[in-house]
C-alpha cells in the first residue's frame, strides 16, 4: 500500500475547513439570535414607554443574568446583573416554567417576599412585567419590563405584547439551537 505524502495534508486541512464551516454558522446563528432579542427589547421598551426591558437569560438550573437591555437612559442599566440567589427557586421557576407572567403595578404595595423587594429596589425597580420564554427543553430565559419612575399600571394589551414578544423569541430557531 502507497501511501500519497499530500493526502493526510489535504485531510486535516479538510477538517480544518469543516470546523471553520460550522464556528462561521454557529456565529452567524448567535449573531441573528442577538438582533431579534435586540429589536424585541427595544420595540417593547418603546411600546410599553417604560424605562427598561431586559432580558434575563437562564445558564443553569435557575441561575441566570442580564444578558441583553433596552434602556430609555444610561442610568438605568443592569446588564450582567445576576438573580437573588436565596429568592428565585424552584417553587418560582415551575410558575414561570407553566407559563406564569407576573405584572406588578408597585413593588411597595404588591405582597411579594421581603428579598424580592428589595432585590427589585436596588435595580430602582418600582413596577415590573415579566413573561417566560419557554422553549421544548424548559425555561431559556424571562422577558422582564421595568419602570423605574414610579408605579405602572400594566394593561391587558401590555401583558400581551409581552407574551408575544416572548413567544417571537421562544420560537425562533436560533434561540432553539443555542
Known amino acids: 500500500m502507497q501511501i500519497h505524502p499530500h493526502s493526510e495534508f489535504n485531510h486535516g486541512r479538510d477538517r480544518r475547513e469543516q470546523g471553520l464551516q460550522k464556528l462561521l454558522a454557529r456565529l452567524v446563528r448567535s449573531m441573528q439570535r442577538d438582533e431579534l432579542v ?63 407572567v407576573k405584572a406588578i403595578a408597585d413593588i411597595e404595595l404588591e405582597p411579594i417576599q421581603p428579598c424580592h423587594r428589595d432585590f427589585l429596589r436596588n435595580m430602582q425597580v418600582r413596577a415590573n412585567l415579566v413573561a417566560p420564554i419557554v422553549i421544548p427543553r424548559g425555561l431559556w430565559g424571562l422577558l422582564v419590563a421595568h419602570h423605574c419612575q414610579g408605579p405602572h399600571n400594566w394593561s391587558p394589551s401590555d401583558i400581551e405584547m409581552m407574551q408575544t414578544g416572548a413567544q417571537t423569541l421562544a420560537t425562533d430557531r436560533n434561540i432553539l439551537e443555542s
Open 38 to 100: 435586540r429589536q424585541t427589547t427595544n420595540q417593547l421598551r418603546e411600546s410599553l414607554q417604560v424605562d427598561r426591558v431586559v432580558l434575563y437569560y437562564f445558564y443553569g438550573q435557575w441561575q441566570g443574568q442580564v444578558t441583553f437591555e433596552s434602556l430609555s437612559s444610561k442610568e438605568y442599566s443592569i446588564l450582567g446583573s445576576t438573580g437573588p440567589d436565596d429568592c428565585f427557586n424552584s417553587e418560582y421557576g415551575a410558575l414561570y416554567l407553566a407559563g406564569r
